[in-house]
């Protein structure tokens, strides 16, 4: 049986997990997201033709997605 997997409803409010996405992102990234780790979802993006990551809004203003596994709800 599938298990239903629950993706963050743009509008809510997240906080990325540094300790999964240090590896995959850009240094500068990495640090902006050091200060302040929050954002907003603002959007889906498709990931593999089967999974959705979600594009977040930082402090700074800036975009960037992330897969739904490197975010928790804040």
Known sequence: ??????????????????????????????????????GKVVDYKMTDGTGLGVVLELSDGTTSWFFENEITRS
């Open 1 to 38: 049986m599938n298990q239903a997997r629950t993706i963050s409803k743009i509008g809510s409010r997240v906080k990325v997990d540094l300790d999964r996405v240090i590896d995959r992102i850009p240094s500068t990234l990495f640090e902006s997201l050091r200060n302040d780790p929050r």
